[in-house]
Structure formats: structure tokens, C-alpha cells
């Protein structure tokens, strides 16, 4: 089945400067790449998606980039603050809908 | 409001009990979806469905069942609940791809 990798566990930057986290998963058939961001003692949100034919999208201070061949895709935060402070997931999705999500990322943002 | 929702919010329940957890939502998505996440950690995906009577099995399926007799109700039922199923339970549904989950219920098994 799939199998969805995602590092570091934990990132801790200083408010302004970038952070990027990594996924990388195994089913070539997987189509849909999403991010969601999870505050503490909230449900996950979505923050940001990529289909398989695109290969960067990029909202306000948010980026993903997907690489299909090397089967790995990213989350790019520039300008980091303090509220960016939460337990990022990657998930991929295959055709069939079925969903798999990465471990988690908790990320620091230090004022 | 279109939203979805989770009842109960916490549940303390005994081992070997039978025990059903409600997920509705008022957006008429086709796709729903439950995933047991313990604070902060991984979601594990137990089951999804694509629609009325369709249900499928995802990785932590062994212990528990799920129904979709109408579009808006979810439910997920565990038949003999044990310590090892204390945890937290998103449902999420869908319109194609994206998912939005509801508020989670947290289950403790003494």
C-alpha cells in the first residue's frame, strides 16, 4: 500500500526566516498532494494543494512543489511568524480517493 | 451553518462496551472519511465511503464497522471498546479531494 514519509518531525526557526518540510511517498499512481495545518487543539485545516500536473503552486507566503519522478513533494513557509507555530501533515491521495497522511511536522516559530 | 459534526465531544466509556460515534455534515459532500489521531500525532485512516452504501476499509479497520445509509450520516461503531482504543476520532468529508473534518471525538476506555 501507500507509504507517506514526511521530516523533519520537528523544525524550529526564528520568526521571519523559512521553513520547509518534505514528504516523500511511494504509489506513483497518487494524484492529489495536500498540506494541512493543525493548531493545537484544533481539527487539521488545509492550507494548500497541488494535482499531479502541476509542479509548484503558491499562496501568499506558502509554496508546495512536487517532483512526480523522484516521488516527493514540499511545503515552503517564507516570512514565518508566530501563528505559523502548529503540527504541519502531508497526505497523498490516490485515484481512488483514499487518502494517507505523513506523521506530522511541529514547527516552532521562536519571536 | 454548513459544517460537519461530531457527537459526543468526549466519552468515557468501560471495557467491552459497544459504542457508536456520530459524524453528520450539512455540506452534501459524497466522500466522508474517519481517522483515529492521538494529540498531535499521525492521523490513521479506519474507514471512508464515496457515497450511500459504499464503504471502504482503510488501514485500522479490524475493530470497528461504519454505515452510509444517507449522504449527511457517518457513524462509526467499535463492538467490544478496549484500553487500547482510547484515542481522538476525526471524521472528515469531502467534495472531491479537499477534506474538512469536524471538531473529533475524544474516547477514553478504562
Known amino acids: 500500500g501507500e507509504n507517506v514519509e514526511q521530516h523533519p518531525s520537528t523544525l524550529s526557526v526564528q520568526e521571519g526566516d523559512s521553513a520547509v518540510i518534505k514528504c516523500t511517498y511511494s504509489d506513483s499512481a497518487s494524484n492529489y498532494f495536500p498540506w494541512y495545518k493543525q493548531e493545537l487543539g484544533k481539527r487539521p485545516q488545509l492550507i494548500i494543494d497541488?494535482?499531479?500536473?502541476?509542479g509548484e503552486k503558491k499562496d501568499q507566503r506558502i509554496a508546495v512543489t512536487l517532483n512526480k519522478t523522484a516521488k516527493h513533494f514540499s511545503l515552503h513557509i517564507t516570512e514565518t511568524q508566530p501563528e505559523d507555530s502548529a503540527v504541519y501533515f502531508c497526505a497523498v491521495t490516490t485515484g481512488g480517493f483514499k487518502t494517507i497522511f505523513g506523521a506530522g511536522t511541529r514547527l516552532f516559530v521562536k519571536a | 451553518e454548513a459544517d460537519i459534526y461530531q457527537t459526543p465531544r468526549y466519552l468515557v466509556i468501560g471495557t467491552g462496551k459497544k459504542i457508536t460515534l456520530e459524524c453528520s455534515q450539512t455540506?452534501?459532500?459524497?466522500?466522508m472519511y474517519w481517522y483515529q489521531q492521538d494529540p498531535g500525532m499521525e492521523l490513521h485512516l479506519i474507514h471512508y465511503?464515496?457515497?450511500?452504501?459504499?464503504?471502504e476499509k482503510g488501514d485500522l479497520s479490524s475493530e470497528s464497522t461504519v454505515s452510509r445509509i444517507r449522504t449527511e450520516h457517518f457513524p462509526l461503531t467499535l463492538e467490544s471498546a478496549r484500553p487500547s482504543h482510547t484515542s481522538q476520532y476525526l471524521c472528515a468529508s469531502s467534495p472531491f479531494y479537499e477534506q474538512y473534518f469536524g471538531p473529533g471525538t475524544r474516547l477514553t476506555v478504562t
Open positions: 497541488i494535482r499531479s500536473n502541476v
Open positions: 455540506m452534501g459532500h459524497d466522500k
Open positions: 465511503s464515496y457515497g450511500v452504501n459504499s464503504t
